[in-house]
């Protein structure tokens, strides 16, 4: 499917996985040099991980239960090193990284995020959103840093919010964008050299 | 130009009134059902001033030196009186309205910002969203309310930001967009029946 040059990547999940499938088929469309070494999940029953194992994708579940933070992150970091990815994309993983684990990927973990960042960060993005009377809403994908949906902007898509919009068919809407956004944004990434300056993202030429 | 039944619009600018402009044109296109009784500038030498004066529009000038923001406010109030005002619109007026000016006109002050809000209030808002790395803003029309940049949304159009933008290219850019903007949302308050729910702008169906 993939060449073996193509770069590793981890997919961290906690529910259905609409992200990661849409990674995973721009990648097996040939639109994304990289492709998906690992799901990780912390929830054992999440949807997107019978769909990695349906997909010949190693899927690792690591339960919280009775783990610290430390303890937890470890234990992904052993799943993500035993299977050698180099990039980590969150796909509705839902739990802030802790300093240590983004030290261990720096600059090389991705997040998706239901809004136009800066505005509103956190939980319930659509919902914000349409509760805000916003007009035009969107997605962003940014890399992550320690803060929550705080790290540098890589690709935004803006999504209409239309008058008989209700917050969930706001974010089906902006779900569809997001299908789209995250392969473009890792694609960038991937295939452009690039630097993060003051807190923008600033890309050069393509590379040969 | 104008239809004798047109709504009584104000506008307060600081500096060249390109958004004055804008409506002033859709007004006369007879594409908002409004005329602009008077313009109102807090800076003597505003150009917008002069181009309401070439257009036959009544200019007033109310310097800020030597009054309290009371006593400014009372007498941009009084101009607004004497020319029947029913509807304020801020066209780059540079100061925050008090509670008494809002009050004078409820949910009848109209404002333009050129972010999508609430990403980037304030001043300089175009380089603070290309500072921030954002991919997409734009520009909002607001109603006004006490706070800064804070009342209810009635339009937004998302502008992106380019690889070679820098922050003049996209103001130049958004700016395009608030000329379209401003004239549509004043329409769409002008000519549609809503209500303020929560701070949500609610339309409901055309005006007979």
Redo the contacts between chains.
């Keep these: 499917m993939s060449p073996g040059g193509d770069v590793r990547v981890a997919v961290l999940l906690s529910g259905r996985g609409s992200n990661f499938l849409a990674l995973h088929q721009a990648m097996s469309r040939g639109e994304v040099p990289a492709r998906i070494v690992v799901v990780v999940t912390d929830k054992p029953k999440a949807a997107g991980a019978a769909k990695a194992e349906d997909l010949g994708i190693p899927a690792v579940a690591v339960s919280r239960r009775g783990l610290t933070r430390e303890q937890h992150e470890e234990r992904i970091l052993e799943a993500l090193r035993r299977h050698r990815a180099e990039w980590v994309c969150l796909a509705g993983y839902m739990r802030l990284l802790s300093p240590l684990f983004v030290a261990a990927f720096p600059q090389r973990i991705l997040n998706i995020h239901p809004s136009?960042?800066?505005?509103?960060p956190g939980l319930d993005a659509q919902r914000q959103a349409?509760?805000?009377?916003?007009?035009?809403s969107?997605c962003t994908v940014h890399l992550v840093d320690e803060g929550l949906d705080s790290g540098?902007?890589?690709?935004?898509?803006?999504v209409p919010v239309t008058?008989d919009d209700d917050p969930d068919s706001l974010a089906a809407r902006i779900l569809t964008e997001e299908h789209q956004a995250y392969p473009e944004a890792l694609k960038r990434l991937l295939t452009t050299s690039w630097e993060v300056e003051?807190?923008?993202?600033k890309?050069f030429e393509e590379r040969a």
Tied chains: 1, 2.
Excluded: E
């Design positions: 136009l960042l800066p505005a509103f349409w509760d805000h009377g916003t007009s035009v969107g540098p902007i890589v690709v935004q898509r803006p008058a003051g807190r923008r993202l890309f």
